[in-house]
């Protein structure tokens, strides 16, 4: 630090004045271009991530519902094989008496069902494809000597999820 000051002393008024100024200068641009600048751009990049996830949040808001619906929708994953779950889920719904077979059927679960309720078959269908993801690949259902009993094949594909 010495040296410096000596050789600053050592200067003519005119060139301390040069020097003077120019530390100023480079004092200022080292102020600007070292601490305002990246400052101003992260100010900036802050505030513009600010919008973006305000209007991430209000899109959520607008959407919530449907996004909810959406996930009601999804199989659960009970982890049996579609043969034994379609064979329980008919059970749990009232169907075990008019349950006369169920056999695998490609990939998927043929069922035959005499004597079915007409309407409990229906919640059923609806159950398995709703709740579990098995869906109907063909039916035939036919009129039982009884009102509002049917006889019934069912073949179900595959779980689609």
Do not use: C
Request: aromatic content about 4%.
């Amino acid at each position: 630090m010495n040296k410096l000051r000596n050789w600053y002393q050592g200067l003519q008024e005119r060139e301390k004045r040069i020097v003077g100024i120019d530390g100023v200068l480079v004092a200022v641009l080292l102020v600007f271009g070292g601490i305002l600048l990246p400052l101003d751009s992260a100010v900036s990049t802050a505030v513009k991530n600010k919008d973006q996830r305000i209007a991430d949040l209000e899109w959520m808001r607008i959407n919530a519902p449907e996004v909810q619906a959406g996930s009601a929708g999804l199989a659960a994953d009970t982890g049996e094989a579609p043969m034994v779950l379609v064979d329980r889920i008919a059970r749990e719904a009232g169907l075990g008496a008019a349950m006369r077979g169920t056999q695998p059927s490609g990939t998927g679960v043929r069922v035959q069902l005499e004597a079915a309720p007409f309407d409990t078959m229906v919640t059923w269908l609806a159950n398995l494809d709703e709740h579990y993801g098995l869906a109907i690949e063909s039916i035939t259902v036919d009129r039982a000597a009884r009102p509002g009993v049917v006889n019934a094949n069912v073949t179900f594909a595959q779980s689609r999820h």
